[in-house]
């Protein structure tokens, strides 16, 4: 008799074997306006049971590849600084073993712990940002670890020119204006992903990807703190994943899934499809897993 | 003073005058994931109150046809065979007396109970299916009677070329593949419907019509055990429904509403919707009717 | 220290200095479906603090403008023609102050109040009607004062051709009927609106703009009391709003969020920023600002 | 093929054999809270199938005795005067019949409907009021039709002494005053009902009895508009209505369910429990079934 | 790195030391009304890290005891034998290898399997039944095997006089009939069970607990199929499970929580709580244990 | 025409005029848990409307009283200390102008600010602790300021023998062993209570009230990030407050209201009720008041 394992669907390899190395960090202690982002990653695994391993647009099964998901890292609530260190620290120990760090949030703050660990490794590092939110504020009420921040941050840690932004469609004003002069922002949708995606080919820079789920329209996925109307469809954002995973993308994010806010589980569902088939189009197409 | 009859609006024919006869199959005994459509006819009953019984798309009114509505069979919940004997049986009546059944799930497996019928009267029996997912599944977990087999049990009813499958996006991989050689399947949407039609008229064969509304996008219809993301639109369904009823449709069946699901209502409120257009659809186009 | 004041973000001018005064409208007496649009202004109010001030869909910010608040009106439920002097009394107030009244519902039945007060002024007013609903009914169940007649009311006072309504997807045949003789109705959608604002703006008419959230699709908008499948997105009322607002708007209505029914939050969301995106354009494009 | 019949289960005696007769008022237009008592008859009467006809703790079957369920008035929401002469009407057919009316509402104003007929044909009645809430206002803003003012209305048709309020624990200090001088009230419990109920049982006066649901406690019936802590439990309300049947009861209500407040049912259940147990009490209890 | 364990809390002893070990079996194809009981057992797990693993009333830690989770079976919806049967071997297993079962439902049939397994190993088995319902119908609808008949088809197993049921108040007239003959039954609370407790200590018999949670009040435990008014306090049902556990337990299960008819959480955390204190009760009072 | 201000029923005295001060406190960042505390003062404002301003319990009114309420501090989530520093600003100028800060919060650790700021003024300060947690933890996960450990802080202010802790029912056994060393821990109820008052009033020691509202039982107060089965019922609450406030209350704070946890609103209803009953009984209690 086995103790209860329980990961997200289809992804029970070892993980020495594994390629991709899912880890899930439930925190959102700096939400500003409706908190549950740390019930995401376990409401991802827990749902996948109802989603099947096979992905009809990318013909391919997550049982055709070694994924294996390492549950929850158990952050403290309230200390950022630790949480994000905890976070760093997980990144960095799958990098170093030559593996492709996934990380499932959380709050969009997150993501910094997981950039500042490949950063390390990559620092050539250029971020791809799908989100509804600039999240380029210098400080929120005081805090410069909010998740109303965290593109300033990582700003802070790969320079200009090297943050490329999607779907943006919410910010005070000066977000805009610092975006206008220190990334590539790109408002409303994914016009120039495309475009985008073949410099970053060609160039062949590595690539942290994050997508904020909230990038999504609110009537596909409301389970999320700060839905935003005007939003991406689901085949939208299906494309620009299967886009954008052709270039040298080295580590990745999930984030703002707050299951609780959306009873009709529709947004966990869907997350929970978005993070398959971001797994296959990775496992298709990071150069990594040629080998 | 009379006693409180509930049936859906403008569907207060007597048996004996009307065409179409509803009834409903409140069972979800082999639901997998999220049960809860045994509540889905009797809601669709209940809140069609608040729908207008006039159609400003097809400009006409439920109240300009004869339909009856048999309220909901007594079903053994944890029965599969003797709930779908009740079902044929009541199909069967229907049918003999010259009518049209018109089927309230309930989950999807209902549908066989129906087709059962259907095809003892019609053996040439085609089969239309609108659905996120391929139902081809020949056991699950064990059980051969079950949501996620239903057509593959009716193909062995109807046999190869006569199930014509829609807006399909789940299944496992041998699902595909048998559909691939035995059914004739169209991924995402209702691209071919209008070609299928053509075929049918032509023919003028006995057709089937099973509507798992699942096949609808979750962001409008979130009601339902297994919402699948990526799928078609309200109008996109009502403009298919309004297509596929030109063909010499014999039976029918709207299935999978699960209610409670979505305490917004509006899963209800669209079921009842795509229902009114389906009636007023059907009432049209049957040759049975023109008479 | 100061008292709690509460009001919808950016919009804490003083009434003196301010061009446009919101006021709520709590009542919902007379929904014959599904109560609670009575809790919609407040939860606009409450719930903008989640929303920006700043729209990058118009490159402005609402506190570029001077506007003011005032807060709910007090009405007496149950007590219809009461409730709508004491709306029509506000209306009049602001008009006679030489600012713009944007009242917030409600049902939309409050729309007759700020309307009777708006024609008083304006005896040439237009009503540009955005609803899911035609509201043409004569009577409801014997009241002439429903929600169901509010635009049939307005044209009493209005006369032939003088409302013009956009994306009617739900009445009884004597409705659709109505419009044909007196009204000038686009069904579904907005099409024809760009043609009608030209006309507006060539002619310098005083408009009243009412818009019935529900004219959305319940996809994005499930929070309203009769939810009706086959609506406009987000985008596409944002775009309309932006064009009517080129004509001469001298009041306008935002009614039927009814935020208990939409758990998620999302209706709630949505309707701080299309408000936020109506002050903005009403600002930008009301000639009356000009001075 | 029979049409859908829906009545409180075991309720299924013809209007002519029934000694009690079931009518649903679903009002609510003058709740100054949270509306949605409207929705409680049909509600009692969808639910009912999950409870049980036998009782065991009065050793009797709802079978056993012949009770005809009517139905829900269709009532004019926003028109309380006429919603009230409809509720008049019905209450003065079924009396003028010799059977016992049973009012489900809605709101508690639609009790003046019944009290109003029971009072023509009894005009030595005695009120006894089961209640969180005074009900002894004059007027409401303004509206002297109002559930805050029912039993000051029912006051002006009774005189003093006839009103026995118990279980209040919620009003204005005007309504406590004017309850010393004019009724006979009970805080917060059933204390004295017994005392009562014998002085009624020896004069044999006719009693009207009026139950508003809020009289429990919230921890087993948060399903209602205004929810008051510190009420009394189920079993404190059977053992009441078990004690006070004993007396002459005419007429009876159960109001004040807002089902839809209540998302896990169970006050819905507890209404469709006590409205069993007070049919079986009245059943062996009113004189007039003992012919 | 680790994959990720998931088990109730402070319960990760391994099987071989385990002297108590939790299996669930989330089956609810029977369920009469609503369904929901399969998501029971992981949600109890689940939701366990919100619980301590001491016990205030018990000065006991679950960590000073060995027990292990095996996590739930994989059972198929629709077909009870089967279900039956799987839960059967499981707890022939555990018990072969000289531990304790205890089974977390899932609807009340599960104990039927469990029962089974039991009165193999021990032939003069007793039952002890907490639970609001009889569960003694002969069939339901024409089935033997459903969570109504679950007691009776148990009876048939142990014979007269071995059922001792408690908090029973609800079941149709034959129940109760049949109980007065074959079971020992305290109606609506555990009035008598001290004084069983004595007899079952004395004589030594080996006894199954089967806890129904539906015993407990639905105000503090809504979260279940079928809530019935009028049940115990969750003190009240601590106390009896201190008291029958001084008897010589030998298998035991929890059932019927139904977690997502909650959504306040709080049936999970009483259902969690209940298990805690059953748990460290048993593990005290189990004269295997002492060995 | 004023702007919208939003104060507890009742509390609409000025500043300078008050003798209690209401203040809120939004943070919820470190609850481990369920979030959503820093909705609760909000809500309680909000939802006041729905509450008399007598109470039969007291005979007596709010508006008998003079009580401002200052609104919500706007706090920096995910930064503990600057909260507490800005909370410990509130209380102290609410304290150095003589009069009674009442603290709302948020999660428990916001008490910790009001208590520095009472413990400078009061350095004989004494706490008495209504709670179902002990909330004595040193650390949580490595952070000292955690909801979980804010009476172990408040310990290390006041020292030995000042913290007298009532209905306390959960925390691991470390806190319970520091409970016997170094508090006055009262488990599961208020006994004792009269007893601690007695001498409290005779020894006239200033004494801060922290009533963390999950001491009452999850049947009348889901809404709450930890519910804990096994608590004290409204009554029992209400009648601790009026015997607690005989003592020389010189600051106080109710905390841990989660609305959204409870759609049913009976939560904040009753958090609502419990505020107004202290309010009145601390006005006719304090020493200060009677000048």
Known sequence: MQPNIENF????????????VLYGAPYDSTTSYRPGARFGPAAIRHESYGLETYSPYQNADL?????????????????????????????EEILQDGKFPLLLG??????????????????????????????LRDDYLGAKLSHACVLRRCHELVGDGRIHQFCIRSGDRAEFEFAAQHTEMH?????GLAELTEQLCESKVP?????????????CF???????????????????????TKANIVAADLNELAPTLDTTG????????VLRETLIALDKGWPGFQV
Chains 1, 2, 3, 4, 5, 6 share one sequence.
């Open 187 to 191: 408002k409303f949708d994914f016009t």
């Open 9 to 20: 669907i289809g992804c029970d390899s070892s993980y020495r074997a594994a390629s991709i």
């Open 266 to 273: 529709v947004s966990t569902a869907t997350a929970c499809k």
């Open 207 to 219: 690539v942290y990807l994050t997508i904020d789920l909230d990038c999504l329209d609110p009537s």
């Open 63 to 91: 049982t055709d590849f070694d994924i294996f998901d390492s549950g929850d890292l158990e952050l403290c609530f309230g200390s950022s600084e630790s949480a994000l260190a905890d976070i760093e620290a997980r990144a």
């Open 106 to 135: 959380g709050e969009h703050l997150v993501t910094l712990g997981a950039v500042r660990a490949a950063v390390k490794k990559y620092p050539d590092l250029h971020i791809v940002h799908f989100d509804a939110h600039a999240d």
């Open 222 to 244: 409301p389970g999320t703190g700060t839905p935003e109307a005007g939003g991406v469809s689901f085949l939208q954002l299906l494309d620009a994943i299967r886009t954008v």
